[in-house]
């Protein structure tokens, strides 16, 4: 069983950055797939970024491509989400979730393991 905590959510406005990270508990974290997904009020949850155990493979919505980048740190047992060119349509909660699989995980109901989420607000 694994624990994720997310960090660095916050106010920024459009344009701006933030740097996610989703720390997890646990040793074997280099066995897991990681995820990131969003949450905006009213709406369904939806798939941002996934990265395979080794970093090998990563896969991005459409909506994200070409600004945001899932990285991980198996060392630190840590997974990051950069985000960057930030609109006000990314304003939502995000998190980050965990599989035991070979491979990038893009739906949500495959992941078994979630964090508590961390709120990501752009001004406009």
């Known amino acids: 069983q694994v624990q994720l905590v997310e960090s660095g959510g916050g106010l920024v406005q459009a344009g701006g950055s933030l740097r996610l990270s989703c720390a997890a508990s646990?040793?074997?974290?280099?066995?897991?797939?990681m995820g990131w997904f969003r949450q905006a009020p009213g709406k369904e949850r939806e798939f941002v970024a996934a990265i395979s155990r080794s970093s090998g493979s990563t896969y991005y919505a459409d909506s994200v491509k070409g600004r945001f980048t899932i990285s991980r740190d198996n060392a630190k047992n840590t997974v990051y989400l950069q985000m960057n060119s930030l609109k006000p349509e990314d304003t939502a909660v995000y998190y980050c979730?965990?599989?035991?699989?070979?491979?990038?995980?893009?739906?949500?109901?495959?992941?078994?393991?979630w964090g508590q989420g961390t709120q990501v607000t752009v001004s406009s």
């Open positions: 979730a965990a599989v035991i699989r070979l491979g990038v995980v893009i739906t949500p109901e495959a992941y078994a393991y």
């Open positions: 646990g040793r074997t974290f280099s066995s897991y797939a």
